[in-house]
Structure formats: structure tokens, C-alpha cells
């Protein structure tokens, strides 16, 4: 399985400001999502980061909110805008190959706390 | 629409006693894949097992075995003898087949093994 990592691990940020969080793979991988886990609560998916072109977002998620960047096959950001409370959760990047017997793998996440 | 049921929000067990996990899920399609992950407190997201909607068998690795029901849409997850590592939160999620892999989570069950 490929190696995922992110960054921040974790941050404390104030009402109203923007965080960038960053997705690297060990190798190159088809497929990149990013999920929310808001505290005690399942995983959400926010959006698909596909690369050269638009993330494909969920119902409820908007590119406004969580503008997304794919440059290539082994990197990923999400940006978490204009933040409030609410968003405080964790964010997980995972990464598959496009197949359909392929796997979903995670990376450890960002901890983000608004306050 | 996909939907992921995980009745049980927490159990507790004494320390090597079995455990049962319960997952039932819907969905239209007739080719899907099941997923059981492993989160513990450290938050990240591992990956357990990935059952195809084709494969019915029940699969055993160590510990840990699947029981797999097409009839009852389930697909429960047995821990034998249990340990205070296996504490943690389990989901269940499914995918869709054909390249679709977004996957839809279960609430997830917390597990607490005591000692």
C-alpha cells in the first residue's frame, strides 16, 4: 500500500482565516479524496481531487469553501476558507488506483481546531 | 441511495472475550465492495478488509474473521479473544463498483476492551 502522508497534523486556528492542508504519496495513485470527520461523527466525503482539472465536489461541499488542487499524481491540497467553529474536525486524504477491486488507503489526517 | 448501518455506538468487553461487530448496508447495485477500517485514538484510518459483493465466504485472519450475508445485507466482523490494543472505533463503509470508489461509512462502533 502506498505511503500517505499530511500537514499539518494538527492546527489551532482563529475564527475567520484560511488553512491549507497538504496530501503527499510515495507513489503515484489515480484516485484522491479528501473526507471530514467532525468530532464523535462518521467521514464525509468532501471532494474528488482530480489531476489537471476540478475537484468533483459532494452535496453540501462547495469550491468556495474547500478549494482543492491536484498538480499531479503524488500531491493534493485542500484549503479550508474563511473558517468558523464548525469546521473544527478531522481531515483524512485517501488515495486509491481507479480500479474496482482497488483499495482506499488514509493518510493520518489534520486535526483542526477553530476557535 | 448507499447507506451504512453500525446499530451499536459502543460496546465494552472484558479482555479476551469475543466481540461481534454488526454492519448492514443497502444499496442498488449489484456489484459493491465492503470495507471494514480501524480507527484508533491516534485517528488515523486503517485499513482492515475488503470483501467483493461476488465473494461470499467468511474470512479469517488471525483474531479477527468476517461474516459476509448476501440474504441479510450484512457483513458483521468477529474479534476472538480480544485485546486492550483492539480498543478503538471500527466503520464499516461501502463502495460502489466500475471505478466509482467513494466510499460510504458506516457511524462507526467504539470498542472498549478493558483490561
Known amino acids: 500500500s502506498a505511503v500517505i502522508s499530511q500537514k499539518p497534523s494538527r492546527d489551532i486556528c482563529q475564527r475567520g482565516t484560511s488553512l491549507t492542508i497538504q496530501c503527499q504519496v510515495d507513489?503515484?495513485?489515480?484516485?484522491m479524496f479528501w473526507y471530514r470527520q467532525q468530532p464523535g461523527q462518521s467521514l464525509t466525503l468532501i471532494a474528488t481531487?482530480?489531476?489537471?482539472?476540478?475537484?468533483?465536489?459532494e452535496s453540501g461541499f462547495v469550491i468556495d469553501k474547500f478549494p482543492i488542487s491536484r498538480p499531479n499524481l503524488t500531491f493534493s491540497t485542500l484549503t479550508v476558507s474563511n473558517m468558523s467553529p464548525e469546521d473544527s474536525s478531522i481531515y483524512l486524504c485517501?488515495?486509491?488506483?481507479?480500479?474496482?477491486?482497488?483499495?482506499?488507503?488514509f493518510g493520518p489526517g489534520t486535526r483542526l481546531t477553530v476557535l | 441511495a448507499q447507506k451504512v448501518t453500525q446499530a451499536q455506538t459502543e460496546i465494552s468487553v472484558v479482555e479476551k472475550e469475543d466481540v461481534t461487530l454488526d454492519c448492514v448496508y443497502e444499496t442498488r447495485d449489484t456489484t459493491y465492495y465492503l470495507f471494514w477500517y480501524k480507527q484508533p485514538p491516534s485517528g488515523e484510518l486503517v485499513f482492515l478488509i475488503r470483501?467483493?459483493?461476488?465473494?461470499?465466504q467468511n474470512e479469517i485472519s488471525g483474531r479477527y474473521s468476517w461474516n459476509f450475508q448476501k440474504s441479510t445485507s450484512s457483513f458483521n466482523f468477529t474479534i476472538t479473544a480480544s485485546q486492550v490494543v483492539d480498543s478503538a472505533v471500527y466503520f464499516c463503509a461501502l463502495s460502489e463498483s466500475f471505478g466509482n470508489e467513494k466510499l460510504t461509512f458506516g457511524t462507526g462502533t467504539r470498542l472498549t476492551i478493558i483490561p
Open positions: 485517501s488515495v486509491g488506483q481507479g480500479f474496482s477491486t482497488d483499495t482506499q488507503y
Open positions: 481531487a482530480n489531476q489537471g482539472s476540478e475537484a468533483t465536489y
Open positions: 507513489s503515484q495513485v489515480t484516485m
Open positions: 470483501r467483493n459483493s461476488f465473494d461470499e
